[in-house]
């Protein structure tokens, strides 16, 4: 089964995410900081990384950063309220694979 | 961005201060060149016009002596008051034989003496030396007395009397002899131009050292302007074993009048060089100069010679420091025109250029001081500047974080909306969560928007707080049940305090609430890993106190000031949400109520807010 980390800091997203997402028949796990999510996915190899971009402790830039820098491959989406072209660009720059820009619909991120 | 606004601040400096700055020195330092320029030029001039006045007064101050002593001589030639000089400042005028001066006292020649007058003296000189027969010699000596035709032999045969009669033993009659030629013989004099009294005078000192001798001899120097060489000598070497301050002036009197006949001495040996510079100007002689010139004159009047002390005539003319000097006297210059060999010497600074110096430090300070206003005036500019340049990136930032905090819920809204429209909700009991969430995340939309809006109106001052009597307790409650939701969704505890007896009092519940809902939100978004929160209302010293503790990350006690201010968020906030408004409505709300908010925090250990209201103790309770 494809595994998923999805790390967001807000209860009531993650908690869509993760029911959407087991919905959609992946496993999946959660985090609420950078950091935790850095130790998630250490410990359960995801093959995709959900990565909102505002994270306490290590923000989602940085996250995305030090996993690429480290060689992982695993297709990372952010997630983020900011829509800023300056900010998509210095993610997809960093690493990321794809962006989801907030409010988004269910279809837009299961797509 | 921050180097691009550093590069502006400098630019800023640069042209604000920098700029200004360097022009004023440049044009200090030229205003203060010009200025030493034209003092210099002034000093130049005023010393120039002092030296041009000085040789002025100078010489018409000598003109006019000269003219004075020309129509004096005119009047009555070879004046016997000549001796005087009716000018202080005139040492003596003097007729010319030929090349050589003829000084006004000296004797017009020696008078061959009566011949009854020198056989006697002869005759008495044998018996006193050769003989020693003084007894006889006293009766020759007072026969050649009574034989002499002028007062030189009279004053002569008397000292020889008297010298006799001291050698046969007596005293008492030379005493008087000599007594008698001190008031007789002042004016007779010797074939080498000695008065006959001062040798009584000697005599009467060296037998008897009598007083009245020196206070002969002290009158006599006083009185007698010129005293030939030898008798000065005499003079001089008698006063050296008086006492008395009158003795000591009278010594240096002598002294003077030594100095001044040698130099009429050197004068008239030298004035055969003297005599041409002396003829078309006023040329000067000896170390403290005289004055010489002289004036031809057609036969029978003589030419005359002019001698006059520079330093008397100049008295008026010339600075009290100053003096006028021989030539060749170091710091001296030419006095000009119409001298010769006659200099001036002029006090140490004098003409120094001081107009300069004395306003430079004058352009210093009003530099330093325009400095001082330019660089304030750009303090306070780039301070301006900075809190503008502060504002708008807090702004900017706040644009973004209320984007960001308005997206979130929104965010959950749609997601769980959309689950919900597609049927994804896993059984009735998902789908009444989800439902729930949607209901609460629609509340949390509603308070950042009211907390926005309320910000904008205090923003604009048309915030209305409506004053109305209101239990705190009910607020406080309220504002709990608002925060269940969130807080139990993120695993907080929160330990709720209320004092029941607590009065009602005309306040805003509204706003109330609003100001505990910020606490209470920032308290969750504030505690790390900490899941406990305390929510205490009670009342102390008449104010009715919420506050609200948490165990969280804390605040830097050197940004505890400014956590009330609009859009700040301090340095530990920036990985947490927010917009920068909710202090600045908590205070905003305490003031309404004429209240306060503190805070009491530790880095690390959690902060305590509360907000404090003053309550008027004739309230009915709630």
Known sequence: ?111 | MAYRTRARQWLLILIAVLLPAGLLIGLARRLIRQESELARTRAAEEHRNAVDQLGRELTARLEAIKLQEINRWIRVPAVPGAHQPPDAALVFVAALDGDRMVLPWESSGVVASSPGFVDLRRQGEVLEFLEKNWIAAVDVYRRARDAARRRPETCEAMLLQGRVLAKSGRTKEPAVIYHTMMKDCDAAVDEHGMTFSLYAAERLIESRNERAAYDYIIERTNRVRWIPLYEAYLIRSLLKSAGGRQAELARDTISRRIAEMDQVIGLTRQFHRVRPLAEDAWAAYGPEPWLISVAPAEPPLPSLVFVVSSEAASSKAVPPSAALVAKDTPNSEPLGDGFHGLNVKWPPGQFDVRAGAASTPLYAAGIAFILGVTILAAYLLLRDVNRDLRMAEMRAHFVASVSHELKTPLTAIRMFADTLALGRARDERARSEYLETIVNESERLSRLVDNVLDFSKIEQGKKIYQMQPASLADVVRSAVRAMQYPLAQQGFTLNVSIDENMRAFPADADAMEQAILNLLSNAMKYSGSARQIDLCLKSAAGEAIIEVTDRGIGIDPREQPRIFEKFYRSGSSERIAGTGLGLTVVEHVAHAHGGRVEVRSLTGQGSTFSIRIPVSTSEAPA
Request: hydrophobic letters at 40%.
């Open chain 1, 1 to 111: 089964m494809t595994k998923v980390l999805v790390i967001e800091d807000d209860p009531a997203i993650l908690r869509g995410l993760v029911d959407n997402l087991k919905f959609e028949g992946y496993e999946v796990h959660a985090a609420t900081d950078g950091e935790a999510g850095y130790r998630y996915q250490q410990m359960h190899k995801p093959d995709l990384i959900v990565l909102d971009l505002m994270l306490p402790r290590m923000n989602g830039l940085e996250l995305c950063k030090k996993l690429r820098a480290e060689g992982l491959q695993t297709p990372i989406v952010m997630l983020t309220a900011k829509s800023e072209e300056s900010d998509r660009v210095l993610g997809l720059d960093l690493g990321a694979d794809d962006y989801v820009t907030k409010p988004f619909s269910i279809r837009e991120l299961v797509a």
